[in-house]
């Protein structure tokens, strides 16, 4: 493993509309764990794929430290796919293979060069990652993906950065669909590696075991910036805290000061005008010399010029002083969520399927393992057709024609509002302005989260059973407390599949149900 570090300079970065991302950008990154945080939106996913190559910069450079790993948030394996593809194993095992039953060439032994014990590694390090239930043995490793979760779909294409042991690995939420023991795996992976790592993510146990924090935040002037913390989320945080604990006081002060220096300009004014309309009436009774008159009317003017010229300054640097304030306070955008006021009474039927009836307004924490069938529980609720107006938000956010904008997205299920509703609705899901011509194929992954989300809650008929699969991947810290908020007072029925306990909690489940791996039986209660 190399141990230098990952330097990024003057790097600029617009996007094709001509949207500015990036300008000038300076970072380096040690050989060490990094988290990457950031609102929604602000950039981070973007860095990555400009590290990785996937995005090509307008100008500047990135220099990689020997070999590169990457796993973008969005990872969608091919059904058809055998496991040793997506582990870039293929090739070596079929010469491995041939060299065991005699048939091999040299070419086969050039291939496998020194990595004999190729399989027993891979199948070794699946299962250390908690995929011993799908491949537990070298002949496994031919089985195809199409049945793995999403979950277990990350976590495979986290064993294949891992077995070409990279000198950076780039890890964009990695813990999206993960249950609890598959999480404890990672972060017990992402210990143990030994070079230069940088993992964007909103899970705050993954951020508190980075040794550092960089955060990346646009500003407001449009343009992202980056900056280096020395030290974990929780340190993040004390510093952050403190910085707008302290520029909050700044802006009071500022803005009092504004006022004061206000307010002495216009007793200033006063005062001069007075002294003006005395000065005019002993001219007008003419009770001084003229030449004296002449003499004291120069005096009163250069030495009210200098007063209010005075004065004006005291008023414009506590002006500049208020906007410095402002500008160091932070306006953090975050969702806001307002559900459709719907309701389900009591002993209403909504669905009915083999493992599962919902009456009534339930609130049903659907939990689980990885691949234990929580998705098709909820596809299968969906293909029951439910009674009441319903709306489903898979795993995947596949719910858009990716060619259309946000806003086109959602008129396509609002065809009663308006331009301007659809659009001020569009805006408390921070899609304002031109935003919301945003076409959906060009979003990251909390924009789509956020994208979905408004057109399934903003959907004619208001939808009074929601479907929900993993609803706070990819959203920021914030924007995740005000889609509880909403969710714990809605009134309609509700089903939340996630791996999140401290969300589910939060929105007051009326019943929890629990699928086993293995069996797929369901434990209701």
Do not use: C
Not at 411 to 439: K, P, T
Not at 449 to 477: G, K, S, V
């Amino acid at each position: 493993m190399s141990t230098s570090s990952l330097r990024i300079s003057d790097l600029s970065f617009t996007w094709p509309d001509g949207d500015p991302v990036f300008d000038g950008l300076d970072a380096v990154f040690p050989s060490s764990r990094t988290g990457l945080v950031g609102s929604n939106g602000s950039g981070k996913s973007t860095l990555l794929k400009l590290v990785a190559g996937e995005l090509i910069a307008q100008s500047g450079s990135i220099t990689v430290p020997g070999t590169l790993g990457y796993l973008p948030q969005d990872i969608a394996l091919r059904a058809g796919r055998r496991v040793d593809e997506i582990l870039r194993l293929r090739e070596l095992r079929e010469a491995l293979h041939r060299i065991e039953s005699g048939t091999s060439s040299e070419d086969d032994f050039a291939t496998v060069g020194s990595r004999w014990d190729a399989e027993e590694r891979a199948v070794a390090l699946l299962d250390k990652l908690g995929l011993g239930h799908i491949v537990s043995e070298r002949a496994d490793l031919d089985r195809v993906v199409g049945s793995l979760s999403g979950g277990e779909s990350m976590l495979l294409a986290l064993t294949a950065e891992l077995l070409a042991e990279p000198d950076v690995l780039l890890l964009d939420e990695p813990t999206n669909n993960l249950d609890i023991d598959a999480r404890r795996h990672l972060h017990q992976a992402i210990t143990a590696f030994s070079g230069v790592l940088i993992v964007t993510s909103h899970d705050l146990e993954l951020l508190e075991i980075m040794d550092g924090t960089a955060e990346v935040r646009a500003e407001r002037d449009g343009i992202t910036r980056l900056r280096m913390f020395g030290g974990n989320y929780a340190h993040y945080r004390d510093v952050v805290d403190a910085e707008q604990e302290a520029a909050r006081a700044a802006l009071h002060d500022a803005k009092n000061d504004v006022r004061k220096q206000e307010r002495e300009l216009v007793e200033t004014r006063t005062k001069l005008d007075r002294r003006l309309r005395y000065g005019k009436k002993m001219a007008e009774q003419k009770r001084e010399p003229k030449i004296v008159m002449g003499n004291r009317k120069r005096a009163a003017q250069v030495s009210a010029g200098k007063l209010r010229n005075n004065h004006l300054e005291k008023v414009d640097d506590a002006q500049a002083a208020l906007a410095s304030a402002e500008d160091r306070l932070r306006d953090d955008r975050q969702v806001r969520v307002d559900l459709p006021a719907t309701e389900v009474h009591a002993g209403q039927k909504i669905v009915e399927i083999d493992e599962l009836d919902i009456v009534g307004p339930e609130r049903i924490a659907l939990i689980g393992p990885n691949g234990s069938g929580k998705t098709t529980l909820l596809r299968a609720l969906e293909s029951a057709g439910p009674s009441v107006p319903w709306r489903y938000l898979p795993q995947r956010l596949d719910v858009f024609d990716e060619s259309k904008t946000v806003a086109e997205n959602v008129a396509d299920v609002a065809e009663h509002a308006s331009n301007e509703q659809i659009r001020a609705q569009l805006a408390r899901f921070l899609f304002r302005g031109n935003d919301a011509d945003a076409v959906v194929a060009t979003l990251s992954g909390g924009e789509r989260l956020r994208a979905a989300l408004a057109r399934i809650l903003l959907a004619e008929p208001a939808p009074r059973f929601l479907m929900l699969d993993e609803p706070t991947n990819n959203l920021d810290l914030a924007s995740r407390a005000h889609l509880t908020e909403a969710l714990a007072g809605y009134r309609g029925a509700l089903i939340v599949a996630s791996h999140d306990l401290a969300f589910l909690r939060d929105l007051g489940p009326t019943r929890w149900v629990e699928l086993e791996r293995m069996s797929h039986s369901v434990t209701s209660e």
